[in-house]
């Protein structure tokens, strides 16, 4: 993982993005956030699973389909199946170390 401090590349409203093998951040302060940095490895460990470009192509789609269903950005963002893990996990700093493959597909469908 190569972590680069660059405010261009990073969405408004968003502090990080990963693009295995880079995480890119807003904030030099970030490279300290534990829970931050463990957020985007999640995200890495998923780009790898998937290969890389099928997650991108996987990430939109599902962002697509949740803003249909939800009708607002944030919520969808906050429901792709890729975030809902990295949020749910991202405290927890030894996941990456237990996490079965494929996780994410746990998180694919919503809980009522």
């Not at 401090?5 to 693009?19: D, F, N, Q, V």
Request: no cysteine; hydrophobic share 45%.
């Amino acid at each position: 993982m190569f972590l680069i401090i660059t405010k261009y590349l990073i969405p408004k409203g968003y502090r990080g993005l990963a693009a295995f093998p880079f995480v890119f951040i807003k904030y030099k302060g970030d490279k300290k956030n534990l829970v931050f940095i463990n957020h985007e490895k999640i995200h890495l460990r998923q780009q790898l699973e998937l290969l890389v470009l099928p997650f991108f192509i996987w990430y939109l789609l599902e962002y697509l389909v949740r803003l249909f269903q939800y009708k607002n950005a944030d919520l969808a963002y906050r429901n792709i199946s890729f975030e809902r893990e990295a949020y749910a996990n991202e405290l927890n700093l030894d996941y990456l170390k237990h996490r079965s493959f494929l996780r994410f597909l746990n998180y694919l469908v919503l809980q009522k």
